[in-house]
Structures are given as structure tokens and as C-alpha cells.
Nanobody, 117 residues
């Protein structure tokens, strides 16, 4: 059974930093693409960052230059380092593990990030 567990969310002041973690179990983690998505109240879920199995990354325009996604395949974990946080970064952040070659598509339960002004 595949499980994704996010952690690291919390309350932080604007300008601060947080590091989110997504730990995977029950899956051959290293071959999958891993995303971080977020959803703020009343808004659609959006892609924040993506890292491929080869380590290539891309970011949403609103976080580019402030957030960094990385992975440690030995630990089956992906991280999202979030710096210079803004109140508009407030959302529930979700980890997603998926494959461009199969129908495999797994989501975590989400972790709340709240940035106060």
C-alpha cells in the first residue's frame, strides 16, 4: 500500500522560511515524478514545484526563486524549501507522486502552511 506523509507545515511570519517533507512508502520512489501542489481557500489547486526522476525541476511563476524542491531517493523523501514566504503562500500543501508512463498517481493528505503578515 502506497503512503505519502507530508510534514513541516505550520505558522510563520512573512519573510520567514519553512521546509516541507514528503515521505513515501510502499513504492519504488526513485522512478517517479514528484510534485508539490497547494490549494488556498476558495482557489483551485495549483502546481508549486516538480522534480523528475532524473532531478530536473520546474516551478510555478509565483514561487520561482523563493522555493526549492529536492529529493533524497535513499530516504524516499522529497523536500520543499520555502524562503521569503508571503501571506499569499498560505495554503494546504500536497505531495503528489506520479509516472508519465503508467497510471500511477498518488497524493498525500496535505499539510497546512500559514503565513502571517
Amino acid at each position: 500500500q502506497v503512503q505519502l506523509v507530508e510534514s513541516g507545515g505550520g505558522l510563520v511570519q512573512a519573510g520567514g522560511s519553512l521546509r516541507l517533507s514528503c515521505a513515501a512508502s510502499g513504492i519504488g520512489f526513485s522512478v517517479y515524478v514528484v510534485d508539490w501542489h497547494r490549494q488556498a481557500p476558495g482557489k483551485q489547486r495549483e502546481l508549486v514545484a516538480r522534480i523528475t526522476s532524473g532531478g530536473s525541476t520546474n516551478y510555478g511563476d509565483s514561487v520561482n526563486g523563493r522555493f526549492t524542491i529536492s529529493r533524497d531517493n535513499a530516504k524516499n523523501t522529497v523536500y520543499l524549501q520555502m524562503n521569503s514566504l508571503k501571506p499569499e503562500d498560505t495554503a494546504v500543501y500536497y505531495c503528489r507522486v506520479h509516472s508519465p508512463y503508467t497510471t500511477a498517481d498518488y497524493w498525500g493528505q496535505g499539510t497546512q502552511v500559514t503565513v502571517s503578515s
